[in-house]
T-cell receptor, first 111, second 114 residues
Framework: RKEVEQDPGPFNVPEGATVAFNCTYS??????FFWYRQDCRKEPKLLMS???SGNEDGRFTAQLNRASQYISLLIRDSKLSDSATYLC????????????FGTGTRLQVTL | DVKVTQSSRYLVKRTGEKVFLECVQD?????MFWYRQDPGLGLRLIYF???????EKGDIPEGYSVSREKKERFSLILESASTNQTSMYLC?????????????FGPGTRLTVL
């Protein structure tokens, strides 16, 4: 079983739509959580950290459910520029600075 | 802005060649990482380093070695390249220890081994 699992997609949505991605992690010792964004043929970049209480950054909302071991990313009012692959990332206690990456969920926003 | 640079964007090598991939960061970060990214497998950690001359194996270190002689530079070495090492290689750096710190990535090196 993969440590971090994501639906690879693609999710094809029209501009203005709301879209949500989920990610599950298998190690209950996971202590910090992130969403990274990777544009086609580019490097990953941090989109947002995910806090236990949930957090919002503009049109993006991230939530963590420790009991069920999943995190989610909600994008409201999708823009064409949101088209990218979204990587779910966790850090496990005792692994120092290592991050474990999911394989990503691809989003394509269309006119 | 944090900048992580990698020596080449594209590299073509032959089986058996020794390959050096160089990574430099300009933000005085303690931690540096080498990943490879393959379709369907995501990013997998090869090696990382939390200080000069220190290195730790990641999840897939076989066939690779690393060198960190200066804080800003982290090199990945393929002693004898093989076709299954054809991949996108990404270097990253982060500040301090612990898993709460953002990793900043370089643009990647697409290596093809013929």
């Amino acid at each position: 079983r993969k440590e971090v699992e994501q639906d690879p997609g693609p999710f094809n949505v029209p501009e203005g739509a709301t879209v949500a991605f989920n990610c599950t992690y298998s190690n209950s010792a996971s202590q910090s959580f992130f969403w990274y964004r990777q544009d086609c043929r580019k490097e990953p970049k941090l989109l947002m950290s995910v806090y236990s209480s949930g957090n919002e950054d503009g049109r993006f909302t991230a939530q963590l459910n420790r009991a069920s071991q999943y995190i989610s990313l909600l994008i409201r009012d999708s823009k064409l520029s949101d088209s990218a692959t979204y990587l779910c990332v966790v850090n496990i206690i005792g692994t120092a600075s290592k991050l474990t990456f999911g394989t990503g969920t691809r989003l394509q926003v269309t006119l | 802005d944090v900048k992580v640079t990698q020596s080449s964007r594209y590299l073509v090598k032959r089986t058996g060649e020794k390959v050096f991939l160089e990574c430099v960061q300009d933000m005085d970060h303690e931690n540096m990482f080498w990943y490879r990214q393959d379709p369907g497998l995501g990013l997998r950690l090869i090696y990382f380093s939390y200080d000069v001359k220190m290195k730790e194996k990641g999840d897939i270190p076989e066939g690779y070695s690393v060198s960190r002689e200066k804080k800003e530079r982290f090199s990945l070495i393929l002693e004898s390249a093989s076709t299954n090492q054809t991949s996108m290689y990404l270097c990253a750096s982060s500040l301090l220890s612990g898993g709460y710190n953002e990793q900043f990535f370089g643009p990647g090196t697409r290596l093809t081994v013929l």
